[in-house]
């Protein structure tokens, strides 16, 4: 099918495996543009309303939840949100005529989804901004309900061991392999990757600093300002390199630690 789509999406990772995805399911679908923030989102979908037909969109991005997008400007395609919320609260997406995708996704999530886009009528792919915008009021009420993770099963002297989740002070990627760090420095391997894991963490527990590092909140001692408004969190134990949180997440990451 021909079909210009956008992905509205903060991380990396997950834009690229989402990409590779779509062209291997439908190689005709064109992704005209990848938004990483509500901001950006705004402002590019606000002048360039006839260049896309589909949006792919996070619902958590790195300066609040994207249905704020939906108060700022009127959108009416359709929308097939990402998430990491596999709960009750998520049938308000059916209600409102939405589809979404559950992080981890893989192939068979995204052609479904997309499926169910072809399968849409002209009339009702035109989606009206009000319930996008009574979508938001709804998870502002009822928030989100999600079982987090209460251990990992961990690589240790040849062996599979179940590491609960509250004695991991950070997780660090590196070439592709994921660690987790406990309070005495001990270092162990996990078979997930950064994005998996933050998709499973409770993020009032956890705070995704950035590419390379999720920290736990009783870990980091103290913050250090840092050169061009950004900010270096001083965990235990102390990692090797800096853990610095970029200009654009500093305001977010001060909030989460003032909660």
């Given at each position: 099918?021909?079909?210009?789509?956008?992905?509205?999406?903060?991380?990396?990772?997950?834009?690229?495996?989402?990409?590779?995805?779509?062209?291997?399911?439908?190689?005709?679908?064109?992704?005209?543009?990848?938004?990483?923030?509500?901001?950006?989102?705004?402002?590019?979908?606000?002048?360039?309303?006839?260049?896309?037909?589909?949006?792919?969109?996070?619902?958590?991005?790195?300066?609040?939840?994207?249905?704020?997008?939906?108060?700022?400007?009127?959108?009416?395609?359709?929308?097939?949100?990402?998430?990491?919320?596999?709960?009750?609260?998520?049938?308000?997406?059916?209600?409102?005529?939405?589809?979404?995708?559950?992080?981890?996704?893989?192939?068979?999530q995204i052609?479904?989804?997309?499926?169910?886009?072809?399968?849409?009528?002209?009339?009702?792919?035109?989606?009206?901004?009000?319930?996008m915008v009574?979508?938001?009021?709804?998870?502002?009420?009822?928030?989100?309900?999600?079982?987090?993770?209460?251990?990992?099963?961990?690589?240790?002297?040849?062996?599979?061991?179940?590491?609960?989740?509250?004695?991991?002070?950070?997780?660090?990627?590196?070439?592709?392999?994921?660690?987790?760090?406990?309070?005495?420095?001990?270092?162990?391997?996990?078979?997930?990757s950064l994005?998996?894991?933050?998709?499973?963490?409770?993020?009032?527990?956890?705070?995704?600093?950035?590419?390379?590092?999720?920290?736990?909140?009783?870990?980091?001692?103290?913050?250090?300002?840092?050169?061009?408004?950004?900010?270096?969190?001083?965990?235990?134990?102390?990692?090797?390199?800096?853990?610095?949180?970029?200009?654009?997440?500093?305001?977010?990451?001060?909030?989460?630690?003032?909660?």
């Open positions: 099918m021909k079909v210009n789509l956008v992905i509205i999406e903060d991380e990396p990772a997950i834009v690229r495996n989402l990409e590779f995805s779509i062209n291997e399911i439908d190689s005709s679908i064109k992704i005209v543009k990848t938004l990483s923030s509500i901001k950006e989102a705004v402002k590019w979908l606000s002048t360039d309303v006839n260049q896309y037909d589909l949006l792919f969109m996070d619902i958590r991005l790195s300066d609040g939840l994207s249905f704020e997008i939906f108060e700022t400007i009127t959108i009416l395609t359709p929308v097939i949100f990402i998430t990491a919320y596999n709960d009750y609260a998520l049938e308000a997406f059916k209600f409102n005529g939405i589809d979404y995708i559950l992080k981890p996704f893989d192939n068979i052609k479904k989804a997309l499926d169910k886009y072809e399968n849409l009528s002209h009339s009702t792919r035109e989606l009206s901004s009000s319930k009574e979508l938001m009021n709804y998870f502002k009420k009822y928030g989100f309900h999600q079982e987090y993770k209460k251990s990992y099963l961990v690589h240790y002297q040849n062996k599979l061991i179940p590491l609960d989740i509250d004695k991991i002070h950070w997780f660090y990627t590196s070439q592709e392999i994921t660690y987790a760090y406990t309070e005495n420095g001990t270092k162990y391997t996990i078979d997930a994005e998996k894991i933050q998709a499973e963490i409770n993020p009032n527990q956890f705070y995704r600093a950035n590419r390379q590092y999720i920290v736990q909140r009783k870990a980091i001692k103290d913050i250090d300002f840092y050169f061009n408004g950004r900010l270096v969190l001083n965990v235990l134990p102390k990692p090797q390199d800096k853990i610095i949180v970029s200009k654009a997440k500093a305001t977010e990451c001060k909030k989460w630690m003032d909660i």
